[in-house]
C-alpha cells in the first residue's frame, strides 16, 4: 500500500526556489533514506511535508495515506499520523516535557475523536517510553529541551514519538549531534517504533553511520531540488566512499 506519493513537486522560500520538480513514492513497511549536499532540498522536503509556514509549494501534489496532504493544517497532518522530528529541537522554557507531550497526544487523540489520556495514564506511558530508550524519567518534569545536550534533545525527540505512535516519520538529521552510545540507542528507538508494516519512515540525512542502525529499503540521493538517483543500502556506502560529486556527475 502506498503511504506517500509525491509527483513533481514544486516548492519555495522567500521566492526562491528549492524543489524543482521532486518525485518520491514510500510504501507501507518501508524506511527511505534521504542523502545529499548541504543546500540540495533535503530540510525543505521535510518541512514542506510538515506544513511549516513560510514553505510555500508553488507545483506538483502530496498524497498521504489516500489525502490531500497540502489541504491539511499542520496539526492535521499530525493528528493524520505525521510526526516531523528536527534536525534542531527547539527548546521552550516554562513548559515540561510531561505537560508538553500530553497536551500534544491529547489535540491529536481529540482529533481522532478518541479519549484523551488522564495525568495518570499518560505518566505511565511516558515512563515507559522514556525507559525504553534509557532517558532518565526525570527529564519528562524539566522544559522541554532546555539544558539538554545535543543527545539528550534527540533522544528526547525518540521519546515524543513513541508516545504519538505516527503512521509516518520524518527525521531531520536525527544523528546530527550523537555520539556512538547516543547513535545506537537513537537507532533502536527508530526501528523498534517505526519499523511496522503500516508504518513508514523518510530518513534525511548526510553520513551512512545512522544506517548501520536503521537498514533503509531505499537510499534516494537528493540534488539541486530533485532526487537524481535511487538504490538500495549499498548506495549509501558509494556516497560514503565517493562524495555527492561523483556520484551524482
Do not use: C, W
Not at 35 to 48: C, D, F, I, R
Not at 126 to 147: F, T
Amino acid at each position: 500500500m502506498t503511504m506517500l506519493k509525491i509527483e513533481n513537486l514544486h516548492a519555495e522560500i522567500d521566492g526562491k526556489e528549492i524543489l524543482k520538480g521532486l518525485s518520491l513514492t514510500v510504501n507501507a513497511g518501508e524506511i527511505h533514506a534521504i542523502m545529499g549536499p548541504n543546500g540540495a532540498g533535503k530540510s525543505t522536503l521535510g518541512y514542506v511535508l510538515g506544513g511549516r509556514p513560510g514553505y510555500e509549494v508553488t507545483g506538483g501534489s502530496i498524497e498521504f495515506d489516500g489525502q490531500d496532504l497540502l489541504e491539511l493544517e499542520p496539526h492535521q497532518r499530525a493528528a493524520a499520523g505525521v510526526f516531523l522530528g528536527f534536525q534542531y529541537p527547539v527548546e521552550i522554557p516554562g513548559v515540561s516535557n510531561v505537560q508538553f507531550l500530553r497536551e500534544a497526544l491529547n489535540a491529536q487523540r481529540g482529533q481522532r475523536d478518541e479519549k484523551p489520556l488522564s495525568g495518570a495514564e499518560f505518566l505511565k506511558l511516558a515512563r515507559e517510553e522514556a525507559r525504553k530508550l534509557d532517558m532518565d524519567a526525570e527529564m519528562l518534569k524539566r522544559p522541554v529541551n532546555v539544558g539538554f545536550s545535543g543527545g539528550e534533545k534527540k533522544r528526547n525527540e525518540m521519546v515524543q514519538m513513541g508516545i504519538v505512535n505516527p503512521k509516518f516519520a520524518i527525521l531531520d538529521e536525527t544523528d546530527s549531534g550523537l555520539d556512538i552510545d547516543a547513535l545506537r540507542i537513537v537507532g533502536d528507538g527508530i526501528n523498534r517504533i517505526m519499523r511496522a508494516p503500516d508504518k513508514a519512515v523518510l530518513l534525511i540525512t548526510h553520513y551512512q553511520r545512522l544506517l548501520d542502525y536503521v537498514q533503509p529499503d531505499v537510499v534516494h540521493v537528493l540534488a539541486d531540488g530533485r532526487i537524481v538517483r535511487s538504490g538500495g543500502a549499498e548506495l549509501a556506502h558509494e556516497l560514503e566512499r565517493e562524495g555527492y560529486a561523483q556520484v551524482t556527475a
